[in-house]
Every structure is written in C-alpha cells, then in structure tokens.
C-alpha cells in the first residue's frame, strides 16, 4: 500500500528529530572528550609528569607541639627544645644497608643507632620512616641535606623534643617521656597513629604519663612530593596538628629547690601542703635523678649507677614509699582514745619505762620511764607507755578508722606514677591477709605507729593538715589544665570534737616550744612563725632482751641499713595553720636529731615565701644556720616570661 504525502513528510520530520538528537549527544560526548583531554594534557601536565617519571605523592604526619608544664607562678618546668633528626623510609631507600653506609661517611653514627635502625627496618613496614639519629647539630644536619641526593629514602627534619630546665627538682613529680615502645603499643587497644612516627615520645611515668592524653595533641598532616630514589622533592601541602594542652601544677618551683637541696645527699622525702586549699606546694624524695637523661638516650653506665645506688634515687618515695610512722602516729591513737571516750584530757597513766602484757614486756624509749603524764605531756615527750595503755583501752578497730579518717591508708587520686595507700590494718586485714587473729601485742605496736602499721610521706603531711585544719583536706597537684583552673572545693568538717583537735594540737606545740619536748631544738623563736610538730623514730630491726641488758646499740654504731627511719610532721603557723610539712629521712636515727631540723628549714621557708629571717631561729642557732645556708647549692632560676602561660 502507498503512503500518502501526508505520512511520508510526518515520517521524515521524525526521522531528522531523532537524527538531531543523536548528532547532539555525540558532539556533547566530544566536547567532553576534548575538555577531558585538554585537562589532562595542559591542567595536570605536571603530575602526570612526575607520574610518568615514576615521583609520587605521600601523605607524614606531623607530630604536634607537646603541651608545656607549669610550676603554680608559671614558670616552665617542662619544655620543649628544637632537635634535628634524620630518617629513613626503607621503601624508598631501596637498599637502606648502602644508604647507611653513605650516611655513616657523612656523620658520626654509634653502632648502637645503627643496630637499632636494622632492627627497626627488619620489623617495621617498610612503607613507615624509622629514625636514625637525632639531636644533630646544625653542622651534621645540613650535611645531610646538601647530600640528600645520593641518599635515597632519607629525610631531614626539624622536631621538638622535651626538656626539663630544673632538671632533678622535679623528677619524680613530672617523671619523663620516652620514645613508643612495643610494650606502650600493646597496652592499647586502638593506638593513636601519632605513636607510629619515627621516635615520638610518650609520657612514661608521673604527670607527663597520667595526664599523656591531654599533653599529646593531635597531629597535622603534610603532602611530599618524592621522586624514585626516594628523595623528597618538595611539600605539596601542610595542615598544622593541634599543639597539647598546657598543664599548671601547684608547686611553687623556688621551694620545691630548696627542698631538694635541703634534704642534700639523704634518702629522704618531704611533702608541703597549703591546710586551706590542699595545693601541694612542695614534694621532694631524694637523692633524685636528671629525667633529660632519659629523654636523650641514657647510657647503661648511666642506669646502672642509678639502679645500683643503695639510696633508690629512681623510686619516689614522697609517694611510693611506706614507712612504719613511729610517735608521729600518736596523735591518731590519742584522738581515737578521746573520740571513744575510754581517756580523759587531764587523766595520767604512769610510765615506769614499760608496760607488762602476760611474760612480755613492750618498753618505752626512755628507759627509766617518764612517771605520771597526761595527754599533753605524752605528746611532748612522746611516752610509749601511755599510748600502749590507752590503745587497749580504745582497740584496733576505732585506731584503724581514725587513721583512715586523717588520711593514713588513703591511697590519694594524683596524677603521679605507683601511690602508695600505705596501711591502717585492723581484726578483718589480719584474719584475710595471715589467716591468723588479732593480737593485744599487735594493737600495742600499733598504738605507736609499729607492727603493721605504714604511712607514706604524702599521707603524713595530709594527716598533719587535717589535724592542723579540722577538716577533710584533699591533696591537689594540678591547678589548670588548658588554661582551665580545675575547681577546688572547701574541705569538709572532720567530725572530730574541737576541744580533742585542740588538745592534741597543744601537745603538738610543746613538742617544738616546751623545754622537755623532743623537738625543743628544732623550735622557731618568732612568734608570728611559731610551728607544732611531733617527732618520730620507727625502728626496722628487733631489739632482743639480751641487747637491751647491755645497752641497745646505737644508730650511729649500725650499718646504715639498720638504722632508724627519722620522721618529723608539723604545721605553722600555729595560731592560724596555713602550712603542713612531713619529713622522712630513711635510716637516719632519731626524728628528734635529723628530720624535725630539716622540716623546722622548710616550713619556714615555705611560711616566708623565701628566705627566713635568722631571728626566726634560736639565737645560739643562728650562726650554723647562715653557713648551712651558704652550702645549700640552690638554682638560680629565671623569673616566668608568661610564654604559653596558663591564665589560672
């Protein structure tokens, strides 16, 4: 059949539509086509250039700026320092054993560095750099760079690295950081990617490990451009990482030197607190160590003297250290005996030199005995009998709550590496730990501060300001975190009757102010300075019946290791308690002697905000205490310039 004109011109009016259509996509498809094409051979020419010329493009991480550290004026205790370091990427060195026998040509390498890098090499991905020296001086450093083309795989690069300007002072406070080790890495379920960077440091132990998170930052990120001989070519791109926060603590850096240096070549430690606030001003064990040691690499020579020494300088014994706290744990059995009300304020107990308990017999130190004494008086004079007398009369139980309730066997919530929360045993403890039942003999030994009863120096100082306060004193190390003062809440009551803390505090005065008071030496004369304390002598040998019908031999004629712990707590000034100071000198005698004079230096130092003045000491004092003080070897240190300087 034949179309009509009609259909044949509909038809191709479809046909010429439909063939528009097509030309129009495909010219679009060549516009495209031609775009494309002149985007990749004119836009991108370069990169396809370094492409073809096998370069490529990598994504390094960039440490960030690890957060500063504070003392509470502001003054830098913990910083950071340029360092110049070298790398290599074992992906791009091709053989890293050539590259490192070139680099050994250019700067002094220890066979120590080089066997870690193969180490680092066998182990790690090749794809990550491994650090191969650093701390370069600036001639090493450019050396390396100027041949940077005959070393394939290796970068030069400027980092921070940590260093602690007063060095020992505030070793065990802050601790130290370190390069990432496996054993970090296997701690953590997901490691931050920071950690994989070649030698980033850590925290390892007190603030700069427990507050790690806040200190680290986060890391930025750069584009390098590397050819195929693996040099860097240039830097494509840089986004900067998030520096870490800054971190104020409490103490008061001039103190805490002259603490440091006061406690001298001793095994010792001391804690000074503010009793309104709870800030820790000062807190020193000694001797100390340099923590730039461990930044930098310590030597084995260097770690075994410290490992080696009979007085731990590596331990901190402010903290870690529990000490059996001798007559400085009377005031808690006397408060717990008031409180229970098996003694009166004005009740005597007679001291014939010992106290009979079945067919033993639990001696006083003064061996002809101090006759009828009184709560004060058995303070002053520190008489054992009168306190195995009332501990049995009060009981382990009601001791043990007293002790916990002024801060003996707390383990205290600082920011620093192994607290110890010391012991304040009762009937239970014995029974879980010896399976064995309470003793009268042992809650005798106990009411002295003996037998199973520990306290650190930390929890020494706490208990000397919750007596001085009457109240609930928390200690506090940080003081702002990012420029953020962290709160501080006013200590609750204690709950103990005023007219108990009082009386115990008058026995705490006679011991340094009254002439028969054991710490009568080590008073202070001003009386706007005027300080109460009690002494402390804990013993870590048993003295045998037969010793003591010869004579019970003295410290002096003793090892050192068996000699007496000397323990020393006081606060000042005593109309109006603002400071609380403990002293524990390992092994050195009697608290009398050694730690009340060392403690008496500190808190008028802490009281003075400086230097005292000499009138403050006894007068025929006076002289020896002027060239003590000239030996003291304190650090002059810098006033703050405020940089990154917390606001708090």
């Known amino acids: 059949m034949r179309r009509s004109p009609k259909d044949n011109l509909e038809s191709h009016r479809k046909i010429s539509r439909r063939g528009l259509m097509l030309g129009g996509i495909q010219a679009a498809a060549v516009l495209t086509l031609t775009y494309r094409m002149r985007h990749l051979q004119v836009d991108q020419a370069d990169q396809f250039k370094l492409l073809a010329e096998e370069n490529s493009i990598k994504i390094r991480l960039l440490p960030p700026a690890r957060g500063l550290i504070f003392d509470r004026s502001g003054a830098v205790i913990a910083g950071n320092e340029q360092n110049y370091r070298i790398t290599i990427t074992p992906e791009d060195a091709g053989d890293p054993e050539m590259v490192l026998e070139r680099l050994q040509a250019l700067i002094p390498l220890s066979p120590e560095d080089l066997d870690r890098t193969r180490r680092e090499i066998a182990r790690r991905s090749p794809t990550l ?107 494509l791109g840089r986004k900067e990482g998030d520096a870490g926060a800054n971190v104020q603590l409490t103490i008061d850096r001039r103190l805490q030197n002259y603490v440091q240096a006061r406690l001298g070549v001793d095994s010792a430690a001391a804690v000074v607190i503010d009793t309104l606030t709870g800030d820790i001003l000062a807190i020193s064990s000694a001797p100390s160590f340099d923590p730039n040691l461990f930044v930098r690499g310590i030597s084995s020579a260097d770690y075994r003297e410290l490992t080696e020494n009979d007085h731990r300088p590596l331990a901190d014994k402010s903290v870690q250290g529990a000490y059996p706290p001798g007559s400085t744990f009377k005031v808690v059995t006397a408060l717990a005996a008031l409180e229970a009300g098996v003694v009166g304020l004005d009740e005597t107990v007679w001291c014939p030199g010992f106290l009979k308990l079945g067919d033993r017999r639990f001696h006083c130190w003064k061996r002809a005995g ?209 400071i609380a100071v403990s002293v524990v000198v390992e092994h050195g005698g009697g608290g009398s002697a050694v730690a009340a004079p060392i403690a008496r230096d500190i808190i008028l130092q802490a009281m003075a905000g400086g230097t005292p003045p000499l009138t403050a000491y006894p007068e025929s004092q006076r002289n020896r205490i002027e060239s003590e003080r000239n030996e003291l070897q304190l650090m002059e240190l810098p006033p703050p310039d405020g940089k990154g300087q917390s606001r708090a």
Not at 186 to 212: N, Y
Not at 427 to 440: A, H, S
């Open 129 to 235: 750099p491994i650090s191969i020296a650093d701390r370069l001086s600036w001639e090493q450093f450019s050396l390396v760079a100027v041949n940077a083309p005959a070393l394939p795989g290796v970068t030069t690069e400027v980092g921070l690295s940590r260093v602690y300007p007063q060095g020992p002072d505030f070793a065990h406070v802050l601790g130290y950081v370190g390069p990432v080790s496996d054993y970090d890495l296997s701690k953590l379920e997901d490691p931050d990617p920071l950690l994989q960077i070649p030698r980033f440091q850590i925290g390892k132990l007190g603030v700069e490990a427990k507050l790690e998170d806040a200190l680290r930052g986060k890391a930025g990120t750069r584009r390098i451009e590397v050819n195929s001989s693996g040099r860097v070519m240039r830097e």
């Open 370 to 578: 101090h006759g009828h004494v009184h709560l004060t008086q058995s303070l002053e004079q520190s008489c054992d009998v009168y306190y195995y007398d009332i501990a049995q009369r009060v009981g382990i139980d009601k001791i043990a709550a007293m002790a916990r309730r002024l801060g003996v066997g707390e383990e205290f919530d600082l920011p620093m590496s192994a607290i110890s929360g010391g012991l304040a045993p009762d009937k239970d403890w014995k029974k879980r730990t010896y399976g064995k039942d309470w003793l009268i003999g042992d809650t005798l030994n106990a009411g002295i501060g003996q037998g199973f009863v520990l306290a650190s120096p930390l929890q020494l100082a706490v208990m000397s300001a919750r007596v001085a306060s009457g109240r609930n004193v928390m200690p506090r190390l940080i003081r702002a975190i990012g420029g953020e003062e962290t709160p501080v809440a006013e200590p609750a009551e204690l709950g103990i009757n005023p007219a108990h803390l009082a009386a115990v505090r008058r026995g705490m005065f006679d011991v340094t102010n009254a002439r028969r008071g054991t710490a009568y030496s080590a008073r202070v004369v001003d009386d706007t300075m005027r300080i109460a304390g009690k002494t402390g002598t804990s013993q870590v040998r048993n003295i045998t019946a037969a010793e003591r019908a010869r004579g019970v031999i003295s410290n002096d004629d003793l090892p050192w290791n068996r000699r007496d712990h000397a323990l020393f707590v006081c606060f000042g000034p005593t109309d109006a308690p603002r």
